[in-house]
């Protein structure tokens, strides 16, 4: 498997609580991505980065924001989170230094609950 | 834009027999293609991918696809079933910036 943690692996929180999700590769793959996956919609993209301190949007990146400060680590964020945003969410990371690899490997996974 | 569709939503077969789940696919350009598979409660794993090379891909775990660009299609197949290959089946493209765009999923189930 690909060196992609996702923490946490489960989170429970409240309407209008802030959510960080943080993502870590030990790859030192350039690109990176959070998905959301949800029944009868696959995955969709909600914000993705092509280097340090470099995002951008989505399809699906309102109420979400991302960091990334350092190669190996991107953090999206629900500032205040909604129950349309119980979800599961995948990080996922490609390109790696020494060629062009188009292929994203996945992690495992983070299931998320608004009440 | 790019647009993936996954023809079937559920496919059933029976153990040993042949396996063909579809993807029809949209690009604006000369497009890279992929097939994931995920188990429950896991993350995605690569089946296989076509990138402009031979038009027939051989993946992991007996899969295969075949890219026919007069049909836009990439659809996935295997000669014969096995009980562990159970599971949801997504096919993507990529788009600009390495962006994949993923269809909406076959969940695949076997029957003993």
């Known amino acids: 498997d690909a060196g992609i943690t996702q923490s946490p692996r489960h989170k429970v929180t409240e309407t209008g609580t802030p959510v960080t999700l943080r993502c870590h590769q030990t790859?030192?793959?350039?690109?990176m991505y959070w998905y959301r996956q949800d029944p009868g919609h696959g995955l969709r993209l909600i914000h993705y980065s092509y280097g340090v301190k470099d995002t951008d949007k989505g399809e699906v990146s309102d109420g979400y924001s991302v960091s990334r400060s350092k190669t190996e680590d991107f953090l999206l964020t629900l500032e205040s989170a909604t129950s349309s945003q119980t979800s599961v969410y995948f990080c996922?990371?490609?390109?790696?230094?020494?060629?062009?690899?188009?292929?994203?490997?996945f992690g495992p996974g983070t299931r998320l609950t608004v009440t | 834009a790019q647009s993936v569709t996954q023809l079937d939503s559920h496919v059933s077969v029976s153990e040993g027999t042949p396996v063909l789940l579809r993807c029809n696919y949209s690009s604006s350009y000369s497009p890279s293609l992929f097939w994931y598979v995920q188990h429950p409660n896991k993350g995605l794993q690569l089946l296989l991918k076509?990138?402009?090379?031979?038009?027939l891909v051989k993946g992991i775990n007996g899969f295969e696809a075949e890219f026919k660009k007069s049909e836009t299609s990439f659809h996935l197949t295997k000669p014969s079933a096995h009980m562990s290959d159970a599971a949801e089946y997504f096919c993507?493209?990529?788009?600009?910036?390495?962006?994949?765009?993923f269809g909406s999923g076959t969940q695949l189930t076997v029957l003993p």
């Open positions: 076509y990138t402009s090379a031979a038009t």
């Open positions: 993507a493209v990529r788009g600009s910036a390495r962006q994949l765009t």
């Open positions: 790859e030192n793959h350039r690109y």
């Open positions: 996922a990371i490609s390109e790696s230094r020494t060629g062009k690899s188009y292929e994203q490997y």
